[in-house]
């Protein structure tokens, strides 16, 4: 014979094992929110060193146009730019200096032909490499390119 009403469990023992399939679900979360939450950490940190890198070689290249101006040689040009840009690696720098005319053509004689009313042009490359290369890939090309006139 069956029993009209069959003996319930302990509302204590009901909440122990609730309470283990909550401690279940939350390391199940727990799982699935780490690795967006650490791709998002680590992607500021690493957009954050991109754009120093970006900022160290706008300066670097602005410094040897600057340098250029003074001393239109091509070694003194380069390491005034391997100085401001020290703390980058040197293997991932290049270096391009040139000279223009007021009519935009190349100087003649190359640098040696600059004179007042001329322009140097320096153009810095680097290859910045990422942390994270999830969207962009392990390498991350930034350039940039500074004109001054000769007075």
């Avoid at 670097?60 to 003194?76: F, K, L």
Wanted: proline share 5%; with cysteine; glycine share 10%.
């Amino acid at each position: 014979m069956a029993l009209a009403n069959p003996p319930r469990c302990h509302p204590a023992a009901t909440a122990g094992r609730k309470r283990q399939r909550g401690r279940g679900q939350s390391l199940v979360e727990f799982a699935l929110i780490v690795p967006a939450f650490m791709l998002i950490a680590f992607g500021i940190f690493d957009f954050g060193l991109a754009f120093d890198t970006s900022l160290t070689i706008s300066n670097a290249a602005r410094e040897g146009a600057r340098a250029g101006v003074t001393s239109p040689t091509s070694a003194a040009i380069t390491s005034r730019v391997r100085t401001v840009a020290g703390r980058l690696n040197d293997s991932n720098l290049t270096i391009a200096v040139t000279c223009k005319t007021a009519a935009g053509a190349a100087c003649t004689g190359g640098l040696a032909g600059a004179t007042s009313g001329t322009t140097i042009v320096v153009t810095v490359g680097y290859t910045y490499r990422m942390i994270t290369p999830i969207l962009f890939g392990t390498a991350l090309p930034i350039s940039s390119t500074a004109q001054m006139r000769v007075e």
